[in-house]
């Protein structure tokens, strides 16, 4: 009786795990708050000259990639370029509803960031302790 309980035990686990989503994957920065945006409002002429400023920049995307192994880098993406510039390793941990910044080598914690919003192609994260400042991520790959 017990070996079967131990297979119906570790179906539930497979398609439970199988069922959950992973933060595996590129993510694209579409959007971040600081805490003096999210506490101010903008008045109609502040947000055309917001817009008319943004589409006058260069084409730049910040990218975060989490990988399989519990590694990740993030970089900075020109237009053109198929190469990141300034890119930065680093180790992470998925813990909960929280992502865990590891130290390279030693393993501590760096920085906690807590997990808003999640889905299969949008990600929303604040650092634990600034939850009026937030980054908004699309999944690109």
Request: hydrophobic share 35%; charged share 25%; proline share 1%.
């Amino acid at each position: 009786m017990k070996p079967y309980a131990l297979v119906l035990l570790a179906l539930i686990v497979a398609g439970t795990s199988a069922a959950a989503q992973s933060i595996v994957g590129t993510w694209q920065l579409i959007g971040e708050k600081t805490c003096l945006e999210s506490q101010m409002t903008e008045s109609s002429t502040e947000q055309e000259l917001k817009q008319s400023m943004s589409s006058e920049r260069n084409s730049v995307a910040r990218v975060i990639k989490f990988k399989n192994n519990g590694t990740g880098e993030e970089g900075i993406f020109t237009a053109g370029s198929r190469k990141g510039g300034s890119m930065n390793a680093f180790r992470y941990r998925v813990n909960g509803k929280e992502i865990l910044l590891l130290d390279k080598k030693s393993g501590t914690i760096l920085q906690t960031l807590v997990m808003d919003e999640f889905s299969s192609t949008a990600l929303r994260v604040h650092i634990s302790n600034k939850d009026c400042e937030t980054k908004s991520f699309t999944r690109i790959k």
